[in-house]
């Protein structure tokens, strides 16, 4: 630029010496934060015309990267090598963006642990992004009733359930996170035999767990088994006879074996064994009572008893009479 606008020569044979000067020129680089809208920092290049531009936003951009920002425009790039009217006066961006982050389960946060190591004073990792809170387990339980000393079967599949959560680099903030994903499919467990109940369910469980139902349960219940009940033959319990439970069967807790009536002194009955068709039911088995019978007591044999006879005459009788003369008579004579 010249220091004078024009010039009135002295001598026209002479020339003359116009002094001129470099220009100033000046250009402005902003930095700017496009997700929220906001300047990180302005930076002003000035010096003169034909200048060496000094300034490189790399160094700047570096750090800005190193605290979650993602550089997305660049303009400093036109601004040329010199000061000139090609960039005198003029604006140029340095735009970034917000970066983020999906974790999952295989690839957590550290809750209160600096987002980026070189940024140890920056932002930290928020609440709810561990693995553990990444991760959600199922249970299944298994309720034993009716029985004591049967504990309840719990069978846990832990990481059942994942879900991912999205954080702001810059601002250590949670901008979104899905719900928990997927089902737990539970495997099906023997019910233990308890002898003398039976139980409503063999295996039990095989359920089906969900992110909004983790927690599942079934319930098994045990009843007592029923016993062979000796009657007589009006029907009413024999006192003293022994009442023998059903056996529970060791490879079905929900049915019963078979079981021997038992012997009941004094009295005799053609069942038996009882097959029960109800677990739970009694079973009346009739009973005779044995009579005795009265011994047969010989007859005692009576006493013979004599024969009377007729008394004989002396012999001197009986031989008089045998001399005497028979007198026969007619009988005719003798009628009347």
Known sequence: MATVSTVTPTDPTQNTKVTYVKKDAALTVLFLDKTIGTTLATVNVDGKYGDQIKFSPAELIQSFEQKGYHLIVNEFG?????????????????????????????????????????DPNGPKWPAGTGASDLVKGATQTIHYQGVSGVEDSVTTIKGAFEKTVTVDLVTGKIVSETDFTGQANFETVKTPVVNGYHADKAPAGGLTATPDQPNVSDTVTYQANGKVVPVDENGKPI????????????????????????????????TTIVTPSDPGANTTVTYEKVVDEAPITPATPAKPTATPQAKQAPAKEAANQATLPQCKKDPAKFRR
């Open 78 to 118: 036109q601004a040329g090598t010199t000061l000139g009217d090609a960039n005198n006066g003029k604006t140029y961006l340095i735009e970034f963006e917000h970066q983020t982050k999906t974790i999952t389960p295989s690839d957590p946060g550290q809750p209160g642990q600096p987002i980026n190591p070189n």
């Open 239 to 270: 006192l003293g006879a022994d009442q023998p439970t059903y056996p529970t069967d060791p490879s079905d807790p929900t049915k019963v074996l078979p079981v021997p009536v038992p012997a009941v002194p004094g009295y005799t009955t053609k």
